[in-house]
């Protein structure tokens, strides 16, 4: 099992940030069937082969995801894609 864990830091307050989570998670939601829900301030998203959440902090996002065996094949380019999205989106 492969894992992604990325830190992203933000100037957005914590509302601002989560509503630009919860937009990505509309995306991720139509684009890849992913569930997602939210529990307090972080997004927990899965389908089959991928785990993972988004935490919102005060200064900062922590995304971390656990892949299975077919998705870990398409780490580095799923990795890639969520650090393109974080940097646009914040």
Do not use: N
Request: proline share 1%; charged share 35%; net charge positive.
């Amino acid at each position: 099992m492969s894992r992604i864990d990325i830190r992203h830091a933000h100037a957005l307050s914590k509302a601002q940030a989560r509503k630009a989570v919860e937009e990505v998670a509309r995306k991720l939601e139509e684009r890849f069937a992913l569930d997602c829900v939210w529990q307090g301030d972080t997004l927990h998203f899965s389908r089959s082969g991928v785990d993972g959440h988004i935490e919102v902090q005060d200064k900062g996002l922590h995304v971390h995801a656990k892949l299975g065996f077919l998705a870990a094949m398409f780490k580095e380019p799923i990795e890639a894609e969520i650090r393109r999205v974080l940097k646009e989106r914040f």
